[in-house]
């Protein structure tokens, strides 16, 4: 009786031991080390010299990317986020693909300054084609108003992303406005 005492006993501990062990591993790994989360990323304010020149989208293994081009300096400012889209100056509603809708703010005009516009692609509701991406549904351009740029974008589901600003080389003249949709969580 006491050597099956000392047999459950050591049996109870270690399980114990090996418990934590085993939940521990149990968690899944983040895909693809991506660790970005869901939330509104937002820095900067409205300036008044930075203009909006393309908008083109790419592909990688982990993630797909949305990219903004921008003359006249670094992009001043953005607020993304997972929220329904409306235009710019007129307010109306964007539908867009997909389960999730991400709008893009970006605090930089789509003209020079002197009516000319800069940005201004031939059909709005398919500004970039993202046929066969893994994430993105769709781009659809909500114009321009008073140094405030609007895309909107059709993601598969509500994903995690991030965003940066990438400066274009000496003197600072050209940045880019880079938002990244992992495939998954």
């Not at 005492?5 to 399980?15: D, Y």
């Not at 983040?30 to 900067?44: D, E, N, R, T, V």
């Not at 949305?66 to 953005?78: A, E, P, Q, W």
Request: with cysteine; aromatic share 10%.
């Amino acid at each position: 009786m006491r050597r099956l005492l000392r047999v459950l006993l050591a049996l109870v501990f270690a399980l114990a031991l090996v418990g934590p062990a085993t939940s521990a591993s149990a968690h899944a790994r983040p895909y693809c080390g991506i660790y970005w989360g869901s939330l509104a990323k937002h820095a900067g304010s409205v300036s008044g010299s930075e203009y909006l020149t393309n908008i083109r989208a790419g592909q990688h293994p982990c993630y797909d990317r949305l990219v903004l081009d921008v003359r006249g300096g670094r992009v001043s400012g953005y607020d993304v986020r997972y929220a329904s889209v409306f235009t710019e100056g007129e307010g109306a509603f964007i539908p867009l693909r997909g389960a999730a809708d991400l709008r893009i703010t970006a605090f930089v005009h789509a003209d020079d300054g002197m009516g000319h516009a800069t940005y201004d692609p031939a059909n709005a509701t398919e500004a970039v084609n993202v046929t066969g991406f893994r994430t993105f549904k769709q781009v659809a351009w909500g114009n321009s108003f008073e140094g405030q740029s609007t895309v909107g974008l059709g993601v598969r589901a509500r994903l995690p992303f991030r965003v940066f600003v990438l400066d274009g080389g000496p003197g600072h003249t050209t940045s880019r406005l880079v938002i990244d949709v992992a495939h998954r969580w």
